[in-house]
């Protein structure tokens, strides 16, 4: 839905990823370029670097990186489309869509409360209260993550039932593994890996 609007000329995407570029895994520099991107493919139809060179104050080389992180990172697809014989390269902003479309979805079926109700729960559990650092890792697991305050409580009782250490590390271990298990990536979320990386 929001694919067609945008191609419409009626979606204010620039907004959308101003507001959803931490969800989205986008920082600041990458959510302008690929606004630059989906402004340009309205007009032209086309993805060309050195139109975008003209309208960003990034330095070419660097520019080249973050368009093709971005492809990589499946914000957009590239494919080829035959006419008559001809390949002609188009553009799938399919990928992007889909996630700002799950994102507006979660918002709305979120309860508010559950990083409070899951914050309460593991402070009862730790018999002590969540440090700053704990407390905004229960909330990227959370939001940008998408576990549910139903699946940290799985997680918990998990650790508990096998007489683990009861920890936001071994909570996030539990939770990635799970995860791990049901989908075919395996690969950690990022609020993991930066959790890692901080220990």
């Known amino acids: 839905?929001?694919?067609e609007l945008y191609l419409k000329g009626f979606l204010n995407y620039s907004k959308l990823l101003m507001e959803y570029s931490k969800a989205l895994g986008l920082n600041a520099e990458e959510a302008f370029v690929l606004t630059k991107i989906l402004d340009n493919y309205?007009?032209?139809?086309i993805l060309s670097i050195e139109e975008l060179q003209t309208q960003v104050l990034?330095?070419?080389n660097h520019l080249d990186k973050i368009v093709a992180s971005l492809m990589e990172r499946n914000y957009y697809e590239i494919y080829l489309s035959y006419d008559n014989g001809k390949g002609v390269e188009c553009i799938s902003f399919t990928p992007l869509f889909s996630r700002l479309e799950y994102l507006l979805?979660?918002?709305h079926t979120k309860d508010p409360y559950d990083i409070e109700k899951a914050?309460?729960?593991?402070?009862?559990n730790l018999n002590r209260v969540l440090t700053a650092n704990e407390l905004e890792i229960l909330e990227n697991l959370m939001v940008e993550d998408h576990y549910s305050y139903e699946s940290i409580v799985e997680a918990v009782e998990q650790i508990q039932s096998s007489k683990?250490?009861?920890s936001l590390k071994t909570i996030a271990l539990t939770l990635v593994n799970k995860k791990s298990k049901q989908e075919i990536d395996t690969k950690a979320p990022q609020v993991?890996?930066?959790f890692m990386k901080r220990i």
């Not at 309205?42 to 139809?45: I, S």
């Not at 914050?119 to 009862?124: D, E, G, I, P, V």
């Open 1 to 3: 839905m929001l694919q």
């Open 42 to 45: 309205l007009t032209t139809k």
């Open 105 to 107: 979805k979660q918002e």
């Open 164 to 166: 683990r250490v009861l």
């Open 58 to 60: 990034i330095k070419s």
């Open 119 to 124: 914050n309460q729960f593991l402070c009862k």
């Open 192 to 194: 993991f890996q930066d």
